[in-house]
């Protein structure tokens, strides 16, 4: 093979989409029977490595997000919701509107009792901001 042949090759490769990304894409949040209806508990789920773009600046906006929540008929599915998440990676979006938008999308999804989701931003130019949305049944 040449080398323009093995240039193509690689380049053509990097253009594709690849599995992770695929499944970041298609990604939508997975709920399954909640296993003891009628016993109130509490999950709490830390997703550590959430990213978005500023609407504005286009910079890159990194933060916790927390999502603790009293399940009701349908628990969502841990592997979907990190895959939710990483979607937003390339998404301009600010962070009240993340954090309201995570809290509307698992709320449709599961329907829990009670939900709050708190969106720990890392400090951009000296400025530290958390979001907390909550519903409640």
């Given at each position: 093979?040449?080398?323009?042949?093995?240039?193509?090759?690689?380049?053509?490769?990097?253009?594709?989409?690849?599995?992770?990304?695929?499944?970041?894409?298609?990604?939508?949040?997975?709920?399954?029977?909640?296993?003891?209806?009628?016993?109130?508990?509490?999950?709490?789920?830390?997703?550590?490595?959430?990213?978005?773009?500023?609407?504005?600046?286009?910079?890159?906006?990194?933060?916790?997000?927390?999502?603790?929540?009293?399940?009701?008929?349908?628990?969502?599915?841990?592997?979907?919701l990190k895959?939710?998440?990483?979607?937003?990676?390339?998404?301009?979006?600010?962070?009240?509107?993340?954090?309201?938008?995570?809290?509307?999308?698992?709320?449709?999804?599961?329907?829990?009792?009670?939900?709050?989701?708190?969106?720990?931003?890392?400090?951009?130019g000296n400025?530290?901001?958390?979001?907390?949305?909550?519903?409640?049944?």
């Open positions: 093979m040449t080398t323009d042949k093995l240039s193509e090759s690689a380049s053509q490769a990097s253009q594709e989409m690849k599995y992770g990304e695929r499944d970041i894409a298609e990604g939508k949040l997975i709920t399954f029977p909640n296993p003891r209806v009628g016993r109130r508990y509490d999950i709490n789920i830390t997703l550590p490595e959430f990213t978005c773009k500023c609407p504005f600046s286009g910079y890159p906006d990194f933060a916790t997000i927390y999502v603790s929540y009293v399940p009701d008929e349908r628990v969502v599915e841990l592997k979907a895959l939710y998440i990483n979607s937003y990676r390339d998404r301009y979006i600010s962070h009240e509107e993340s954090a309201n938008q995570i809290l509307d999308d698992f709320v449709a999804a599961c329907d829990p009792l009670e939900v709050t989701v708190k969106a720990d931003f890392t400090p951009r400025v530290h901001t958390v979001v907390e949305v909550r519903h409640q049944k």
